[in-house]
C-alpha cells in the first residue's frame, strides 16, 4: 500500500505538507489536484504538484532575468526539496530554449565590464563547464578590456597607485595588463 503524504491549507492557496514543506500553488494546481477539499495525496501525486508548482516558479524567475542551469536548479531544489521534479522541470525548459548555458555565457562574455579572469571564475561559479566558457571567450575582445581597464584607472581619481592596482586586479584585470595602461597614461601626459 503506497503511503500517503498529508497535507494542510494554511491560507488561500498556501499548502503545508507533512515533511515540513511549506509552499504557494497556484489556481490551476489547487483545482487540478482538488487540493482545497483533500487532505492527502500519493506519493506519485505529490511529486507531480511540486513539479508543476517549479515549472511555474522557473518561468517567473526567468520572466525577470536569464539563468543557468546550476541557478534555476539550485534555486527550485532550495523551495522544493526534491531532486526528481526539478530536473524534469529543467529538461524541459532546456528543450524549450528557457535555458541554454552556452548563450548564457556568451552574452555574460559580451555584457560585463570586467577583466578576462573575474569573467571565467564568475561563469565557473555558475555552472558552467570550461568548455562552454572557452567558447563563449571567442566573443570576449582583449582591445575592449584594455579601454574598459582604462575606464576603470581613471574612474578610481586621485587614489594611491597600489590601491588602484589591486581594485583593478579584484575586478579580474591582469597585472600585465594594468601595468600597459599605467606606462600609456604616463606616456600622454609628457
Avoid at 494542510?8 to 483545482?31: A, D, P, Q, T
Avoid at 561559479?125 to 579601454?147: M, N, P, Q, R
Avoid at 588602484?164 to 599605467?182: E, N, P, Q, T
Wanted: with cysteine; glycine share 4%; aromatic share 10%.
Amino acid at each position: 500500500r503506497e503511503k500517503k503524504l498529508k497535507l494542510k491549507r494554511l491560507l488561500k492557496n498556501k499548502y503545508l505538507f507533512e515533511n515540513g514543506l511549506s509552499i504557494g500553488l497556484n489556481n490551476e494546481i489547487v483545482n487540478k489536484y482538488d487540493l482545497k477539499r483533500r487532505e492527502e495525496l500519493s506519493h506519485e501525486e505529490y511529486l507531480q504538484v511540486l513539479e508543476l508548482a517549479a515549472l511555474s516558479t522557473s518561468y517567473y524567475y526567468l520572466a525577470k532575468r536569464d539563468y543557468t542551469k546550476k541557478e534555476i536548479y539550485n534555486k527550485l531544489l532550495q523551495k522544493y526539496w526534491e531532486k526528481n521534479p526539478i530536473v524534469k522541470v529543467i529538461k524541459r525548459l532546456e528543450e524549450a530554449g528557457y535555458i541554454d548555458d552556452k548563450e548564457f555565457a556568451i552574452s555574460y562574455v559580451k555584457t560585463k565590464k570586467c577583466g578576462k579572469k573575474k569573467i571565467i571564475y564568475d561563469l565557473k561559479l555558475k555552472g558552467i563547464t570550461s568548455e562552454v566558457i572557452e567558447e563563449a571567450l571567442s566573443f570576449y575582445e582583449e582591445e575592449d578590456e584594455l579601454e574598459e581597464l582604462s575606464r576603470a584607472w581613471d574612474k578610481l581619481g586621485e587614489k594611491e597607485e597600489q590601491k588602484k592596482i589591486a581594485s583593478l586586479m579584484r575586478k579580474g584585470f591582469s597585472y600585465g595588463d594594468i601595468k600597459r595602461v599605467i606606462i600609456k597614461k604616463r606616456e600622454e601626459e609628457c
